[in-house]
């Protein structure tokens, strides 16, 4: 929803939590995720996560969640869906080059930045290109999944 | 100035230990001199013969020829056909990438190509949406952004791979670079993005036209106290301006630029606008050169090319350097 998208911005610090908190307790649950299967879950868990993300920060889930490092603005509402921060074209009044009515996507990705301790600020980090085959799917399923399999491999390593 | 091991026009410089690419430009950068770049406007025709006149009027005065590709969403010959024909001239070409168009295979697969055939510079941009050009119905590709097109190209020559991860026989030999606009919000974030840029791979940057010389201060300062100007040659844009009118519509209808009141009035206020807007982009590169951090400066005199040489002999930044131009050593 657009007229949220500041507000979650300026509530960055407290949703950038909220967030990471869902995730961490969905790898919590992982051993029970996984005996299901998460190709069953995909299904549930991406109505679930669609609604809250749309709602909260007008998600356009892409499958591969960037918004703790975008101050919790979807850097996917930006017309050139730029995920590294904001084009030259910005208008020197904070809106889109490219859509006159809407705020920078990354203005206000800026913003809630600023909403959140240093350490926590990835908006420095450099985002690789995105993989179009994730649109549509869960991005917690599959951070779950990440990080189980790299648990897993530093075991089998050890 | 010239080169040792100057080659026949066309083939390429040898690598230097410390450089990556075989071109002119990143030599006279890493030499230490302030260079001058340009750009050049790819005309709307097939003809190789326009191309390689609109390259001549910055004979002796650029260090290297920016190809735009497809700016402002317009459609024109494509930088890497313009990069090829004039590479194989001799002349040091930055091949403008931009994401707007072409997604990742097409992308790998024309550095290559330009590579190939002697470009030695690409500047990765994330490019103008195409509401602004003269296709707006066009699908917008931006597949890459700016960012992850310049961490691509950079594993291209480094690794020696593709995004894929396959492996590749020669890597494209390239100086890459970016593009930085200090004079649009949010300012206090522009600096941070350099950083990102230097982190993704650009070596040398060309920002968006300053006709706001306090505000490139404090974006310079900002870029010097975080040691970026070590890491990464900076190119302040500048231009002439027509007339006070195309400035306001500049202003109003390109995306980015920056113009202030002032600059409008000292244009409105001359008797020949035209000479005052050659004069107001002499006295930018007055303030700019002695800048702490800079390196060069990248002239973008669109439809007033002509003027270059006129802008370059005033502001004396080349001292009686004279770059490397088709002609230039036959006696
Ligand atoms: S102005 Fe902001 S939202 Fe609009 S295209 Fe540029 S980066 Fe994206």
Known sequence: MYSMR?????????????????????????????KIGYDKLEKPFMAVEKVTKGLLFDSQSCGQCTLGSTGMSCPMNCPKTIRNGPCGGVRPNGKCEVKPDMDCVWVVAWEGTQNMPPKEQAIHIVQPALDSRKKGTSAWLREVRLKRQEKAKANASQ | ???????????????????????????????????????????????????????????????????????????????????????????????????????????????LGASAMGVSNILCLSGDGVQSGDHPEAKPVFDLDCMSSLSMLKGMRDQKQFLSGRKLTKPPEVFLGA?????????????????????????????????????????????VDMGLHEKVFILPGVGPLASARAAEWIRSNVAGVHIPDAIIKRLAGAENQKQEGINICTDMINAIKDMQGVHGVHIMAYRMEYAVAEIVEKSGVLGNRKPWYPTRDIA
């Open chain 2, 1 to 111: 100035m010239y080169f040792e091991d100057e080659p026949n026009p066309g083939e390429n410089l040898p690598i230097l230990p410390g450089h990556v690419s075989a071109g002119r430009f990143e030599r006279v950068l890493r030499a230490g001199q302030f260079a001058v770049t340009a750009e050049i406007a790819p005309p709307d025709s097939a003809d190789p013969q326009e191309v390689y006149d609109r390259a001549e009027v910055f004979d002796g005065y650029v260090d290297a020829i920016n190809a735009t590709d497809g700016s402002g969403a317009n459609c024109h010959m494509s930088s890497v056909a313009m990069c090829a024909l004039l590479a194989h001239k001799g002349y040091s070409m930055i091949m403008q990438v931009s994401c707007r168009d072409r997604n990742r295979i097409a992308i790998q697969g024309d550095v």
């Open chain 1, 6 to 34: 500041r507000w979650s911005a300026k509530h960055a610090n407290k949703l950038h939590h909220l967030y990471s908190g869902v995730e961490s307790t969905l790898y919590k649950a992982a051993p029970l995720l996984e």
């Open chain 2, 179 to 223: 593009a930085a606009n200090p004079f649009a919000p949010p300012f206090d974030y522009r600096p941070h993005r350099l950083a990102k840029k230097v982190a993704a791979g650009a070596q040398f940057v060309q920002t968006q036209y300053c006709f706001d010389i306090e505000m490139l201060e404090n974006y310079m300062k900002k870029v």
